[in-house]
Each structure stands twice: as C-alpha cells, then as structure tokens.
C-alpha cells in the first residue's frame, strides 16, 4: 500500500518564499472567490430563490426545483474541467487560472442583476440556469488549478499544511457567503429581502473578482511545468511529437508515463473525493434549507451555523495540513472517514431535536470533521496522486465527477427523499454512505506523502 518514493529530480525546497507567498494568495484568493460564489448561490436556493424563480409551485417542490438550479452548475463544471484541465497541462497553469476567475466572476456579478419570475416569468429562471452554467464553466478547473499551482510550488516536507490554504480560500469564501446571508436574514425585511437584498451578496463578488484577476497577472509559472520532461518552448509535446523527437532527453523516462495503464489513480481519488463533496452539499446546502423549509427553524440557524463552522475551520484546516506531513495521507483519511460515519446518525438527531443549540453545534461539527478536515487532505493527497503530464486534468475530473455525484445530485436525492418518507433518516444514510466510500478507498490507496511532482506517471 505504500509507494516507494524516488529521490526527487529537483530540490523542492529552493522555491522562492517570495513567489510561493504570491501563489499561496492567488490560490486562497481564486479559491475563495469560487466558493463565495458558490456558497451564495447554494444559500440563496435554499432560502430565497424557490420564491423568486419558482414561485407557482408548493414549497417543497419550489426548494426541490432550486437545487436543482444548483446542481446544472456541477454538470458545466465538468465540461470546465476537460477543456481547461488539458489546457492547463499543456501551456502551463498560470494562463488558465487566469481566465477561469474572470469568467466565474462576471458570471456571478451577473446573476445579482437578474429581473425575476414576477418580471419576465419563465425568461428568469431560464436566464438563471444560463449563469449558473456559464459560472460551472469557470469554476471547473479553478480549484484544480489553484490545488495543482500551490502543490507543486511547495516544499515536500510542508507541502500539506501549504496546499492546505487552497482550503482556507474554499473557507474563507463560504465563511464570507454565510456571513453577508446571516446579516441579510437577520435584518431584513422578508418583503426587502426578495424585493432587492438578495442582490447585494452576488454583487459585492465583482469587488473580490478585480483583486484576484490584478494579483494573478504577476504570478510566474508552475516550476513542476517547467522542468517537465515533456515540455519544450512552454508547451507539452504530443505523444506523436514525442515519439518523433527521438534526440529529445529522458525519452525512455516520457514514454514510461505515457504507456502507463491509467485508471486506477483516478479511481481511488475519485473515491476519496466523495466523502468530502458529499458531506459537503448535504450540510452546506441542503440542511439550511431543510431546517428553514421543513423544520421551520428561523433562517438565520442554518446561515449562522454554517458562518461559526468556517471560522472553526481556519484551526481545523491547517492543523490537518500539519498532521498529514506528519503522520501521512492514508491514516488520517481512514480515522476521518471513520468518524464521520459514526456521527452521522447522533448528527441527525441534534439537528432535528428543536434546540437552536444542538442544531449550531452538530452542523459546525459535521462541517468541520465531514467537509472542511477531508478538504484539506484532499488537496494535497490528488496532486500528489497523479503524474505531472495530466495531474491539471486528471484532477479536475476527479473533483467534478465527484461533485456532481454527490454535491450536486446529493441534495437534490436528499430533498426527494425527505419528501417522499417525511423523515431524517435517508440523510444520516447518505452522509455513512459517503464517509464509507471514501474509508475503503483509503484502506485500498497508496501513501502518497512526500512524493516527486515533477515525476510524470502516476502513484498506482
């Protein structure tokens, strides 16, 4: 189960601090900026968009048919990953990055001046389902790349705890979305929220997107794509070039990787992926709603809840970071994995007990142990995974097929099946039922820690 780790071809260690600083806040800005976006679309279905785009519908078909919104964006993300995944492996990362930002931004701003159904009837959810896509689009390969940029830049022996601030973004994004929605909820109106508050959060993004884009402009390029084997004059040659460049160096080593059986990375990761994206749309997404729509717990529960998670999850992230330099990859994805099994069904109960306390105190544990914990190893765990010819790709296709599995399906099975039995249990044996797949395949996967980025092939 353990990968033998070959001394690497470079010293990882050389890295600028200066440039991987610059990285690191690209990374946590872009990052942050994604699932801000993303966060605020997810709250604003759960609260407030069954009433603006689908307002001639019961509530809970209204909450079924918001998330489903939500969930388009995962099948776009998909699309984003393949054409800007194998953009991303072939003219370098720095160039990607910068165009997936952008388009995630406008997209997002977009949607803040989006007229509704009461305005331009079936054109408004239409309309909404258009961004939504266009904003999937972008944020495809946006994590992947800022995961794979951060990887590769950092040192070997700290290369945890730095990807882990590429968690820190995706923290401090829903942390800043819980937040202005806590605010919204709390102190407006019913009547002023549908009327114009829900427009603030999607607009105050266009702030953010500015600062990202002018900071990502000076980045240099990935080290690893540079010292790539494969990669002449800043593009990757094709297989047919290659096998043509017979005076090319290191071509027995090139060839190796490329006749690589390939597969069982990508399926292991894949299987890693799901337990963290899961967790994640059922007690990001999915729960705010139930507890607002279902339980009828007062809105900003769920918001608030969600807000003191992530401000837990700046401790949570890096300590988790530190222990997988430490104790490695494989052993804290099984214990994690583990526990969060065994807490989904106490999870469910305090959730549904009618204590505003009990409620606040499962889901900021469910998000921290669940979704923010597994988040942190799995930024490091799938870049180290995978060859460096294909990590970009390989990697955001992981990411997003586990996404639309789990994250995007997972609510919209969650709010049918609620539905359906009138009780909690089908989400308790959604949340085992993730936390296991990724368990097994940890048991099955190799320790990765510490391992060559610059090798092309991949881990198993």
């Not at 946006?142 to 968690?167: D, H, K, N, Q, Y």
């Not at 390029?221 to 297989?239: I, N, T």
């Not at 959604?430 to 190799?446: D, H, K, R």
């Amino acid at each position: 189960m353990t990968e033998s780790i070959a001394p690497p071809t470079t010293k990882p260690e050389a890295k600028p601090t200066k440039e991987l600083a610059k990285v690191a806040v690209s990374g946590w800005l872009g990052t942050a900026m994604e699932f801000m976006d993303f966060q605020l679309y997810s709250l604003a279905a759960a609260i407030v968009f069954n009433k603006l785009f689908f307002p001639e519908v019961s509530p809970i078909i209204g909450l079924i048919a918001a998330m489903a919104t939500y969930g388009v964006g995962y099948v776009a993300r998909l699309a984003g990953a393949i054409y800007f995944g194998r953009m991303g492996d072939r003219i370098g990362r720095k160039k990607v990055l910068f165009i997936t930002i952008a388009l995630m931004g406008a997209s997002t701003t977009l949607i803040g001046v989006l007229p509704t159904y009461a305005m331009i009837g079936i054109w408004a959810p239409i309309m909404l389902v258009a961004l939504r896509l266009a904003q999937g689009f972008g944020a495809g390969a946006e994590i992947a790349g800022a995961t794979v940029m951060l990887a590769e830049f950092a040192p070997a022996r700290r290369r945890g705890l730095i990807s882990s601030l590429v968690c820190l973004g995706t923290n401090s994004g829903t942390l800043a979305a819980s937040a202005i929605w806590a605010i919204l909820v709390s102190t407006l109106p019913e009547d002023q929220l549908l009327s114009w508050g829900w427009r603030i959060p999607f607009l105050l993004s266009f702030v953010l997107m500015i600062f990202a884009v002018w900071v990502r402009r000076s980045l240099k390029e990935s080290p690893v794509f540079e010292q790539r084997a494969d990669v002449v004059d800043g593009v990757a040659l094709s297989k047919q070039e290659i096998t043509a460049a017979e005076e090319l160096a290191n071509t027995s080593t090139i060839e190796a990787a490329l006749h690589q059986r390939k597969g069982k990375a990508f399926l292991i990761a894949l299987g890693l992926r799901f337990g963290q994206a899961g967790n994640s749309g059922l007690v990001q997404t999915f729960l705010v709603g139930y507890l607002a729509t279902v339980l009828l717990v007062d809105k900003s529960v769920g918001t608030s809840a969600i807000m003191y998670g992530s401000l837990l999850g700046f401790v949570t992230i890096p300590m988790m970071g530190l222990l997988g330099d430490r104790f490695g990859r494989r052993p804290l994805y099984l214990v994690l994995s583990a526990l969060t099994a065994l807490f989904a069904i106490p999870m469910m109960l305090m959730v549904t007990s009618g204590n505003t306390t009990l409620v606040t105190v499962a889901m900021v544990v469910g998000l921290n142990l669940g979704v923010l914990s597994l988040f942190a190893m799995e930024s490091v765990t799938m870049a180290e995974f995978f060859g460096a010819r294909t990590r970009f790709t390989q990697l955001a296709l992981a990411k997003e097929i586990g996404g639309i599995l789990a994250t995007a399906i997972g609510p919209l099975l969650a709010a049918t099946l609620t539905a359906i039995t009138g009780h909690w249990w089908p989400l308790a044996a959604m949340l085992i039922a993730y936390s296991l797949i990724t368990l097994i395949s940890a048991f099955v996967g190799p320790e990765v820690r510490g391992r060559d980025m610059v090798r092309l092939e991949d881990a198993v």
